[in-house]
């Protein structure tokens, strides 16, 4: 779908996240328009925020070395979305793309737990091969060696939240916001900005709303 | 020198701050060509960071109720300028601001100490009437008591660093940026890049870089 000239950025994101939804509807419009491009990859947040992982570049504690059935909530539902989408990635760009979609709107439109029935409504949303998905699904020992590649990448760029960007150049931020938009004018514009941002003279670190002044939501 | 017409902005600083810095200087250059009004409010990053306040909105650990010469130095010459900066306001805003870029410039452009004999030469360069500042200075209680009035004010808004301004229609963000501008057109495009994150529909919380991809100093 994405135009092979479109600009290549890169997302980071976890299902767990619901900016990180936000983010991926962005991208989808931008891709969908064959403006932009986005690689998808995966950053955990209960492994970011870790204990044992506080103050360290180099991670004590791996989402991939867990056993799926441990930890809490929000680790078990992370672990088994991202090798659920390490399978459905099997099936191409599109495909991949589309389980993604459509398991970030169950859960953060539809509010459905991310469970194991989310994930299989959302291979059927996405029209995924669901032979191919179950066989893809069992090869776990390669799906997890695939996710330690993103985790460890993420890693080492410092991504703390979800959605980060990397722009073609390089830049990378975490792009924080509470509306949604699937309209392309609208897209356009909110991705303009961030870029602005990241290239503006000024070298912009940071733009971070006072706590209790938040952001509005409309 | 700002026009009684210019927008009417807040800013929240603390002297030990670099980032505050830089955005004083583009606030003064905006100021001095008439186009936005900025009050100068003081934020300790001291009091902000300190453990017994971690969590809690009203703080228990207050910058106002410590002695001059206890805690680390940060905690000490941030309470020294605070109150001196106190006793410049007394002699109008074009003297307070005066005294504060004077101090600013000095620990952060001429890298000296944050102690009693910058406040001294700053006050020298601002053109403080001496014997007032003296004067205003020894009033340390009603000095402590503004100073007081800041610090709660920013901890009911939230803020956690500096500088964060906050724009007439009350929306507040922290934006700390690496490069240094006195330049007019710079600056109102920097200022203006702000406002439009603050503003945008996406309703935007949050642009961070990843740690290891920082802002890019010129």
Same mark, same amino acid.
């Given at each position: ?6 600009p ?6 976890d ?6 939804w ?7 419009v931008l891709r969908k ?7 998808l ?8 925020n ?6 360290q ?7 991939t070395?867990q056993p799926?059935?441990e930890?809490?909530?929000f680790?078990q539902?992370s672990?088994?979305?991202f090798?659920?989408?390490g ?9 991949h793309?589309?389980?993604t979609?459509?398991l =970030?709107? &169950?859960?953060?439109? /539809?509010k459905?737990? !991310? ?7 959302? #291979?059927?949303? %996405?029209?995924?091969?669901?032979d191919? =998905?179950? &066989?893809?699904?069992a /090869?776990?020992a390669a !799906? ?5 590649t993103?985790? #460890?990448?993420a %890693? ?13 150049g390089?830049?990378a ?10 309209e392309?004018d609208?897209a356009r514009?909110w991705?303009?900005?961030?870029g602005?941002v990241l290239n503006?003279?000024a070298?912009i ?9 938040p952001?509005?939501?409309?």
């Amino acid at each position: 779908m994405t135009s092979p000239s479109a600009p290549s950025n890169t997302v980071f994101f976890d299902f767990v996240c619901p900016y990180a939804w936000r983010g991926l509807e962005l991208a989808q419009v931008l891709r969908k328009a064959g403006e932009q491009g986005f690689k998808l990859r995966h950053f955990s947040l209960v492994q970011g925020n870790h204990a044992d992982n506080a103050g360290q570049q180099e991670p004590a504690w791996w989402l991939t070395d867990q056993p799926g059935n441990e930890g809490n909530s929000f680790q078990q539902s992370s672990l088994l979305a991202f090798l659920a989408a390490g399978a459905a990635a099997r099936q191409g760009e599109e495909m991949h793309w589309a389980f993604t979609l459509a398991l =970030f709107r &169950a859960v953060h439109e /539809d509010k459905k737990s !991310l469970d194991e029935a989310a994930i299989m409504e959302a #291979a059927n949303t %996405a029209d995924l091969d669901m032979d191919q =998905f179950a &066989a893809d699904r069992a /090869d776990e020992a390669a !799906l997890r060696t695939s996710l330690r590649t993103d985790l #460890a990448e993420a %890693a080492e760029i410092g991504i703390f939240g979800t959605p980060t960007f990397i722009l073609p150049g390089g830049e990378a931020a975490y792009y924080r916001f509470e509306n949604l938009t699937r309209e392309l004018d609208t897209a356009r514009q909110w991705w303009k900005l961030y870029g602005e941002v990241l290239n503006s003279g000024a070298g912009i670190a940071t733009v971070k709303r006072a706590k209790n002044r938040p952001a509005k939501k409309t």
